[in-house]
Each structure stands twice: as C-alpha cells, then as structure tokens.
C-alpha cells in the first residue's frame, strides 16, 4: 500500500474547507502536548509512533477511522511516513504531512 503526501498548504486549504480532518500526531505525549495543530476543524489524535510500531493488540487504533483519510505527522515527516507505511497496510487511508510540525510552525508564521 502507498500513502500521499501533502504540504503544509494544501493541509491549511483543506481546514478552511473540509467538514473533518483525522489528524494523527505520532511524536511522545509530551511533545504533543508542548504543541500540536488544532482547529475547529481537526480532529487530533496522539498515537505514539513506538506503539504504532509494535501494534500490540488493543492498541489505541480502535480511535481512528478506517472510512476516512487520516493525515499522519511528527516532528519532520519520517516517523510519520514509517507510520503510514503500517497503517496502509492495516488498510486505513493514510496521507503524511510533508515536514511534519516543523514545516507547518514554517508555513504558519
């Protein structure tokens, strides 16, 4: 399974636009709790990428929708690229922010 990514333009656009965006922060807790993207628009989830990886059974994956797209994201873009590489696989609809949070604190300045 491949996954698309997206910039953080096209992410901006799709929040002024569309009804909900699944949005899945893989970086620790504490991260995301430092900062995370929020809007009115968002739905945002943190699933550590270290349990995305191991997928122990009953991970936290019953949160996250398998008939809509999720965007996946972290710090620079490659954990989430990783997680989206398993979660396709999974057969969730996956989409990776290009840059992750560092491209969108970029692009939102």
């Not at 901006?12 to 699944?22: A, L, P, S, T």
């Not at 620790?28 to 945002?44: G, L, M, N, P, T």
């Not at 996946?72 to 690229?81: E, F, L, R």
Request: hydrophobic share 35%; glycine share 4%; proline share 4%.
């Amino acid at each position: 399974m491949t996954f698309r990514k997206i910039t953080p333009k096209e992410l901006d656009e799709r929040i002024q636009k569309e009804d909900k965006i699944v949005l899945l922060d893989v970086r620790s807790a504490e991260k995301y709790k430092e900062f995370h993207i929020e809007d009115s628009q968002v739905v945002s989830l943190n699933i550590p990428k270290t349990e995305i990886f191991d997928l122990e059974e009953g991970a936290e994956l019953s949160l996250l929708p398998k008939d809509s797209p999720i965007i996946t994201t972290c710090t620079t873009g490659n954990s989430a690229a990783k997680c989206a590489k398993i979660l396709a696989d999974l057969g969730y609809q996956v989409e990776v922010l290009e840059g992750g949070i560092t491209a969108w604190k970029e692009y939102r300045k």
